[in-house]
């Protein structure tokens, strides 16, 4: 059974399309990481999912429950762990648990949900408006986990957090899944992903443009280069000429040093590319194509 | 149950807030003034020194002006405060209805003001037994009751204005421009109205219905019309400025009878509280 279905979803914002035509499932049991630039959608679909905003089109599912009519049901089901939240400054982390498990209805050891998410016993007695951000994070983290949810829909977590904490979150994430909740998180950042997901999608401009499991992206990567070619001038045109060339999928500029992620066999066409476009390649070099660099080609919108 | 468990939350949180400690303070000063002036007023009349009911009317001025102000201040960032700073996406991600929201509000901000009119009551009780000695408890709960109703339905203003916007000072603003319309206005567009019908200002015999009908509308005369009703005391209502006279053309309007001020002032509650409600409930936060 699939825990998210978003089938054929617009969203406009007034004349601001934030997403066209999504189709997405996330199928029960699985980390899947949703990937993209800021911008690009990730957030109004976890707003979709959560009832915060309305599609414009289409239809939004979470465990078989549409979101507008049942959101409470979906709620009831689901850890949620916002994006740009607040909690409330005159009330104690305790508070916050107390609360939030009431809310659940559920009735859980809360120092223990406290020491799960790393936060110590003397942050539980301290009012929230005395917490940084990555003690916010844990705190909210800990609300979303309490009651073993079916679903987690974590947005951006690793905000705020030190490498420890962004590892700590990744442990918790996988311990998680191990239990059997399913996992839709989001994130800007391409090696949270790729340490934890089973699945990916990537998001630009409001469409899915690639969606798959990590090794599969990798693979797609896999006869891809990047080529690092230093120029004594960079005439006019001379990107968009060599983003033209077949099996060519990204050209960025930085001053005179063009990157050009490309086919292996056609490295010779580029380097004669620039040539015709009137420069004089001074330099160039190869770098093996990684993730990081599909990730781009895919939301820099480059790709040819 | 989702709604009181927000309403609790609400309270333990707004209750820590200093402006209310300040508010409640100023109400306590206003009280204790107001027993003192009623004391000392009903001594003028030559009235037996500690007729409850004459202290209330002295109460009910300080009441009738402070209760709104600290209610709509309670009341106004409640629900667009939340959307503001963001703890409204905390607070929707778990499993609460956006109705829970508002209601669990409502009810939460209620009691914040309940707690502060108790507070001061109850320091204007013990300052009515310093001054007189003597006290009728009754009469003086019966007025705090409807005090807190009037408290719950400015609550319902206050809170049905901040679920209509995303911006607490848009929330403020409708707020304190209710407050203007209803203390300032509100008299001047009778008088306007007067003006057109009669050609004059003044209102002389015979007063047309609809003037005191139109007077009694807002939400402090409903409450004065109201503590009439229940303390069997018609001064309180505004048709008593003209009914003892037997001036108005038709008798008194069904609007203007003490009784109906319960009427009122449940229209007063509800119809900002829906109207929010609906609001809220369609919006992309």
Redesign the interface.
């Known amino acids: 059974m699939t825990a998210i279905q978003l089938t054929d979803v617009t969203k406009r ?1 007034g004349d601001e399309t934030a997403l066209s035509g999504l189709d997405l499932a996330v199928k029960e049991g699985e980390i899947y990481g949703f990937l993209g630039p800021n911008g690009a959608g990730k957030s109004t679909t976890i ?1 979709l999912l ?5 599609p414009t089109s289409g239809e939004v599912r979470v465990f078989g429950h549409d979101a507008q009519e049942e ?2 049901a979906i ?2 089901r689901t850890g ?9 400054d ?2 104690t982390g305790r ?1 916050h648990l107390e ?2 498990t ?4 559920i009735d859980v050891d809360i120092d223990a949900l406290f020491e799960r998410v790393g936060l110590g016993p003397d942050a539980a007695g301290k009012k929230v408006g005395g917490y940084s951000k990555g003690m916010t994070q844990r705190l ?1 983290l800990g ?2 986990i309490a009651g073993e949810p079916d679903l987690l829909i974590l947005d951006e977590p690793s905000t705020g957090l030190d490498p420890a904490g962004a590892r700590q979150m990744r442990e918790i994430i996988r311990a998680e899944r191990d239990r059997g909740a399913t996992i839709f998180f989001s994130s800007h950042i391409l090696e949270q992903v790729d340490a934890v997901c089973d699945r990916v999608g990537i998001l630009r401009d409001g469409e899915l443009v690639a969606e798959d499991t990590v090794d599969g992206l990798r693979d797609a990567t896999a006869d891809e280069t990047t080529l690092v070619v230093e120029l004594d001038h960079l005439p006019e045109g001379a990107t968009e000429h060599v983003a033209a060339l077949e099996g060519v999928s990204n050209v960025t500029t930085q001053g005179t040093v063009a990157t050009v992620t490309c086919r292996d066999d056609v490295k010779s066409r580029v380097i004669r590319a620039f040539e015709e476009a009137g420069a004089t390649v001074e330099d160039f070099e190869t770098e093996e194509s990684s993730l990081e660099d599909l990730f781009i080609d895919y939301t820099t919108g480059a790709t040819a | 149950m ?1 709604a009181i ?2 309403a ?2 609400d309270f ?2 707004a209750v ?2 200093r402006g209310l400690i300040v508010l409640t303070a100023i109400f306590v000063l206003f009280t204790v003034a107001g027993a003192y002036i009623g004391t000392q007023v009903s001594g003028l009349l030559g009235d037996e020194a500690g007729d409850t009911l004459d202290l209330i009317i002295g109460l009910q001025t300080p009441a009738s002006f402070l209760v709104p102000i600290i209610a709509l201040l309670i009341g106004y960032g409640a629900v667009a405060g939340e959307r503001e ?3 409204l ?2 607070l ?6 956006r109705q829970d929201v508002v209601l669990g509000k409502v009810l939460g901000r209620t009691a914040v003001v309940a707690v502060s009119i108790l507070i001061g009551f109850v320091a204007g009780m013990i300052a009515i037994f310093a001054f007189t000695g003597s006290f009728s408890l009754l009469e003086y709960a019966v007025f705090t009751l409807l005090t807190v109703a009037l408290g719950f339905v400015y609550v319902c203003i206050g809170v049905g204005l901040s679920s209509m916007t995303k911006s607490t000072t848009r929330a403020a603003v409708g707020a304190f421009g209710l407050l203007a319309l209803f203390w300032i206005l509100w008299s001047v567009i009778a008088q306007l109205l007067l003006y057109l019908t009669s050609g004059s200002v003044f209102p002389q015999p015979p007063i047309p219905g609809w003037y005191v009908a139109f007077l009694s509308l807002p939400p402090g005369p409903a409450y004065g019309s109201a503590l009439g009703a229940i303390l069997d005391e018609g001064g309180l209502a505004v048709a008593s400025t003209y009914e003892g006279q037997g001036l108005v053309e038709g008798g008194i309007p069904i609007v203007a009878e003490p009784w109906f001020g319960f009427v009122l002032l449940a229209a007063w509650a509800f119809v900002p509280l829906a109207i929010g409600l609906v609001r809220f409930d ?1 919006v ?2």
């Open positions: 914002y707003n959560l009832d915060f905003v309305r959101g409470r709620r009831e949620i762990l916002p994006e740009g939240f607040s909690l409330y005159r009330l508070k609360f939030a009431e809310s659940k209805g909210a609300a979303a | 989702s468990a927000i609790k939350k333990q949180d820590r807030s700073s963001g703890s996406k905390f929707l991600g778990l499993p609460h209805t369609r992309d936060l």
